[in-house]
Structure formats: structure tokens, C-alpha cells
């Protein structure tokens, strides 16, 4: 099993700041992919921004030139710097992992959210 623990979100006003982070743990023998989705009320979750094997990545053209996904692998976690919020970027964010397991399997899991507001 696998663990993701977030942390970072909270109450901002517009064109502030937010630094989110995702780490992993448990029965990991490889991070495949590691992502953020934000959900809404209403909504289904959302890419936000993925990186990919440690260095490609992907991001929602809404956020793109703002928020900035970065990790560090020997931590097994993962940023989301965030800059310029705007009021819509209020949501849930959920972290994402795409495992390899030691025992050959490969899952993906959530984490339990982190919530950000931006105020205007």
C-alpha cells in the first residue's frame, strides 16, 4: 500500500502565493508519475499539472506560466509552486501517484486533498 500526505494549502488573496507538496511512501519500488488534480464543487477532478519520470511534464493551460510542478525523487515528493493565484484556482488539490510496487504491480493512488481558497 501506498501513502500520500499533502500539505501547503490554505487561505490567499489574488496574485499571492501557495507552495504544495505531496510525499509518498509505504510499498514503492518505483514512481512512475506524480500529479495534482484540483476538484470543484460540482466538478470532476482536474489536471492541474503531472511531471513524468522525474522531468517531463504537463500542465492545464489555465495555469500555464504561473504554477510550476517540480520533485525531489530521494524524498519520494512532490511541489507545486504556485504564483499569480486567481480566485479560479480555488479548489480541492488531490495529489496523484502512479506506482510500480516491490511485489511487480502498478496502481495509481490519491492522496486525501489540500484546500486552497484565493480571495479577490
Known amino acids: 500500500q501506498v501513502q500520500l500526505v499533502e500539505s501547503g494549502g490554505g487561505l490567499v488573496q489574488a496574485g499571492g502565493s501557495l507552495r504544495l507538496s505531496c510525499s509518498a511512501s509505504?510499498?514503492?519500488?518505483?514512481?512512475?508519475?506524480m500529479g495534482w488534480y484540483r476538484q470543484t464543487p460540482g466538478n470532476q477532478r482536474e489536471l492541474v499539472a503531472a511531471?513524468?519520470?522525474?522531468?517531463?511534464?504537463n500542465y492545464a493551460d489555465s495555469v500555464k506560466g504561473r504554477f510550476t510542478i517540480s520533485t525531489d525523487s530521494a524524498k519520494k515528493t512532490v511541489y507545486l509552486q504556485m504564483n499569480s493565484l486567481k480566485p479560479d484556482d480555488t479548489g480541492v488539490y488531490y495529489c496523484?501517484?502512479?506506482?510500480?510496487?516491490?511485489?511487480?504491480?502498478?496502481?495509481?493512488?490519491w492522496g486525501k486533498g489540500t484546500l486552497v481558497t484565493v480571495s479577490s
Open positions: 496523484n501517484a502512479d506506482v510500480n510496487s516491490w511485489d511487480g504491480k502498478r496502481s495509481g493512488y
Open positions: 511531471i513524468i519520470s522525474g522531468s517531463s511534464t
Open positions: 509505504g510499498n514503492i519500488f518505483r514512481i512512475n508519475a
